[in-house]
């Protein structure tokens, strides 16, 4: 079920991107980029040369000169495939260490409640989280002995 429909009261998807416009860049690990590299039929290495900026340890996708998401035209090119931030919003981890951001968030995002219970948005979002790391750990399979 997609996140929209599992917290209606809080977020409903407008697609209207504001969401791939600014606020810091789209951070993809190695699993963003290898799954974007297949969706576009591309090297993983050409995914990062052509549409990522080096961020920290990491990679950012890039943005155009207005701001949004080298993936955004009018709607998402890797959709199937977006990179796992963009699967979490707007219930990203960030909201744990600061719920307010959660009311930032709002601010420029059409289908958030900004009068959300602040309660119930941390609730979800842990939640959310908690059972993307069980998927994880389920599918990355019992650890092996040394």
């Not at 860049?25 to 590299?37: F, H, M, P, S, Y």
């Not at 796992?84 to 260490?97: K, V």
Request: net charge positive; charged share 30%; hydrophobic share 35%.
């Amino acid at each position: 079920m997609p996140w929209d429909e599992e917290a209606p009261d809080l977020f409903v998807c407008r697609r209207c991107g504001d969401c791939c416009k600014g606020y810091g860049g789209t951070a993809v690990d190695e699993d963003d980029i290898a799954a974007i590299a297949r969706h576009l039929n591309r090297s993983p290495g050409e995914v990062r040369a052509r549409y990522c900026l080096p961020a920290g340890k990491g990679f950012l996708l890039g943005q155009r000169e207005d701001g949004y998401c080298v993936f955004w035209d009018g709607i998402c090119r890797i959709h199937p495939v977006k990179p796992r931030m963009c699967r979490r919003w707007p219930f990203i981890e960030g909201l744990l260490r600061d719920p307010g951001n959660w009311r930032a968030m709002a601010s420029v995002c059409p289908g958030m409640r900004a009068d959300a219970p602040l309660a119930r948005v941390l609730s979800v979002t842990a939640a959310r989280l908690e059972a993307e790391r069980r998927k994880a750990l389920a599918c990355a399979g019992p650890p092996s002995d040394p």
